[in-house]
Antibody, heavy 123, light 107 residues
Framework: QVQLQESGPGLVKPSETLSLTCTVS??????????WSWIRQPPGKGLEYIGY???????NDNPSLKSRVTISVDTSKNQYSLKLSSVTAADTAVYYC???????????????WGQGILVTVSS | EIVLTQSPATLSLSPGERATLSCRAS??????LAWYQQKPGQAPRLLIY???NRATGIPARFSGSGSGTDFTLTISSLEPEDFAVYYC?????????FGQGTKVDIK
């Protein structure tokens, strides 16, 4: 049973870079069947895909975030990370990491999620 | 970007009643649609994938149907634990997007 756990600062100042890490246990970030994604949810609002990284290291990020996103993977620590630059109050949200299958039924529809971490952007 | 529109925004029902939730896509997503349940303070839980397949461990009272642009999630008989917010999500092309959610609350 895979488990995912987000970690990072809960408070980031405007214009700075938000940095989060997702630690994966019970599974390998090197697995060819999975993509490793980030999804966020502003307080009281809906869900938004931020992006994902594949086991090959290829990434895809949401164009709405205007190239502010960097997603990377650290296979030695079995972790992957999110950096979101030039944050504003609009980036205040619960950030989830989630494992996404690919190439099988249910591809792109995450079953395994972290518990989420609230990140507030404020001075 | 494909826009998913869910209706109604809120559904007020009693335990034991049938719930019918709708998700409409701005263009065809084939059968690449999922449904999630979210309770306060929790991560979403995958209920249905590929429009009509129940995820592992999901009770049979949950069913999904549809293809193309119109999809439905049906809860045949509401249990107390089913009162929550439900989201649809497509993965037809990037960016994958979610609907804005339907809240099922107790009447």
């Amino acid at each position: 049973q895979v488990q995912l756990q987000e970690s990072g600062p809960g408070l980031v100042k405007p214009s700075e870079t938000l940095s989060l890490t997702c630690t994966v246990s019970g599974g390998s970030v090197n697995s060819g069947t999975y993509f490793w994604s980030w999804i966020r949810q502003p307080p009281g609002k809906g869900l938004e895909y931020i992006g994902y990284i594949s086991y090959t290291g290829s990434t895809n990020d949401n164009p709405s975030l205007k190239s502010r996103v960097t997603i990377s993977v650290d296979t030695s620590k079995n972790q992957y990370s999110l950096k979101l630059s030039s944050v504003t109050a609009a980036d205040t949200a619960v950030y989830y990491c989630a494992r996404v299958t690919w190439g099988v039924p249910g591809a792109g529809m995450p079953k395994d999620w972290g518990q989420g971490i609230l990140v507030t952007v404020s001075s | 970007e494909i826009v998913l529109t869910q209706s109604p925004a809120t559904l007020s029902l009693s335990p034991g009643e049938r719930a019918t939730l709708s998700c409409r896509a701005s263009q065809s997503v084939s059968s690449y649609l999922a449904w999630y349940q979210q309770k306060p303070g929790q991560a979403p839980r995958l209920l249905i994938y590929d429009a009509s397949n129940r995820a592992t461990g999901i009770p049979a009272r949950f069913s999904g149907s549809g293809s193309g642009t119109d999809f439905t999630l049906t809860i045949s008989s509401l249990e107390p634990e089913d009162f929550a917010v439900y989201y649809c999500q497509h993965r037809s092309n990037w960016p994958w997007t979610f609907g804005q959610g339907t809240k099922v609350d107790i009447k």
